[in-house]
């Protein structure tokens, strides 16, 4: 049986420049209130790549620590769970068993799987740590998000079990890597798009990419792997 282990935190300000982050968690002790955009006292920072009812929790694998410590020895005894800003850590379920659109048990409430979290420069902030960002976007090791499907308390140490899994899904592995690739064949971005329970979002920038390759044949561009620092008037 698997126990998850649940975090919520709050803004902490970055930079005079306004840039701030709730990547910073704390242990949940007890039970909290899991509503359609996330987990009672959990903030986002910034609301276009994170939060709301399509990114409404995020997990990360517990396993994931250990081989970004293997790459990153300065930062390995910040690597610990919660550190990377997920709400769910677990052992056992990572990006490779688990497909878009599945749909997990947690305490009283029901999550669904719905796209892979893009990783974000604050990454790097949070660890001290340079290309720590683009190294979880490379290796995948990017952990994903849910939409809440039901709504109920949950507790830290609840189980954590698959409740079902939709014909035609997709491994996070499997969509993250045609991604990443240079130039994916644009037929499999669109049926990856079709993906059951993957996010507009998601759905949109694969089929815009794959109508770019199919007029670009030659063009060297790639697209933007992890979300980068803003840059500030």
């Known amino acids: 049986m698997t126990k998850a282990q649940l975090f919520i935190g709050g803004l902490t300000r970055l930079d005079d420049e306004g840039q701030s982050t709730g990547i910073y968690k704390q242990a949940v002790k007890g039970s909290i209130m899991l509503h359609s955009e996330g987990f009672a006292g959990d903030v986002q920072a910034d609301r276009r ?13 517990a ?47 029901t999550l669904q799987v719905s796209q892979p979290r893009s990783p974000c420069w604050k990454i790097d902030y949070r660890y001290g740590c340079d290309g720590m960002a683009r190294f979880v976007a490379e290796s995948g090791l990017t952990g994903w998000y849910y939409r809440v499907l039901k709504t109920g308390m949950v507790a830290s140490g609840a189980r954590f079990e698959l409740s079902d899994r939709l014909a035609g899904a997709v491994s996070l592995t499997r969509l993250w890597q045609r991604w990443q690739e240079h130039r994916p064949a644009p037929d499999e971005l669109v049926q990856l798009a079709e993906a059951p329970g993957l996010t507009p979002g998601w759905q949109k920038k694969l089929i815009d990419r794959a109508d770019w390759l199919r007029k670009n044949s030659t063009s060297q ?13």
């Open 63 to 109: 396993e994931n620590y250990r081989l970004l410590a293997e790459r990153f020895a300065a930062a390995a005894g910040q690597l610990t769970a919660g550190s990377i800003g997920e709400n769910v850590s677990t052992i056992g379920w990572n990006e490779n068993n688990v497909f878009i659109g599945d749909i997990f048990r947690l305490g009283d409430a």
């Open 221 to 233: 561009v790639l697209p933007s792997a992890f979300h980068v620092k803003p840059n500030r008037p």
């Open 49 to 61: 790549v994170h939060g709301g009812p399509e990114k409404a929790v995020h997990h990360y694998a």
